[in-house]
């Protein structure tokens, strides 16, 4: 699997599932919109409520995996990256990251303190594909 | 959210998503086929590889999150359950599950010893959908 592959693979997912670990060690799942903005396969940016439940979770553990799934007429698709997450709140990348009907989910538009970004930092991943599977670094 | 709406909300999903914790700490995602029997919202039965990195998860740690997502035109739902997966190999218990198709993944049949069966048992459920959500223990 050619990190090429991996990122076109991602860009074509309109739905990404985010898995937080909780305070008693049970990993948690949540759908979550497509990235906003995904650099490599290895930093992916997500925007959420800072109120949300994961954003408490990643503040006392940032350790996560990122899964993409695509099931076709002939095949299933799944890609999961392990690593960490980090919960960004400075303007500045929330500037670049907001985009327009954002105003939708945080109705003080791009300083609504419950606007802000996860970015996730890739280290492995594991590319499924019907009945197989491969893993591979990120460099 | 009554217990019969969480059943039947997972009655009609045709995929699951289902969380282990690896050896490092990272939670791992993977797109399961529907659960093969399920006994209220609280007992869960899937049928897997015995060889599969996942079983090996849960055999070093049973913590898991079990996640079932439906994007309708209106409306997004999301079901996330959390608890204990105990991996099964005990005969009767996977000739109870077995399917006729499921030679297509076990090709020694019902007795293939890369045939086993995860048993995942909730403790506490939180339900999506569009912005809100609600938390939710199963007795």
Do not use: H
């Amino acid at each position: 699997m050619k990190i090429e592959q991996v990122e076109k693979f991602i860009g074509k997912q309109d739905v990404a599932f985010i898995a937080s670990v909780d305070a008693e060690g049970y990993p948690n799942i949540k759908a979550m919109l497509a990235p906003r903005k995904t650099v490599g396969a290895k930093t992916i940016y997500f925007s959420t409520n800072t109120s949300s439940l994961k954003v408490e979770q990643f503040k006392a553990n940032p350790k996560s995996g990122v899964y993409f799934y695509n099931k076709g007429l002939l095949k299933y698709e799944g890609l999961l990256l392990t690593g960490d997450i980090e919960v960004i709140e400075d303007q500045t990348t929330k500037d670049m990251l907001w985009q327009d009907g954002d105003e939708k989910y945080y109705s003080g538009g791009v300083t609504d303190p419950d606007y802000c970004v996860l970015k996730f930092v890739a280290k492995e991943g594991r590319y499924y594909s019907n009945l197989n599977s491969e893993s591979f670094a990120i460099e």
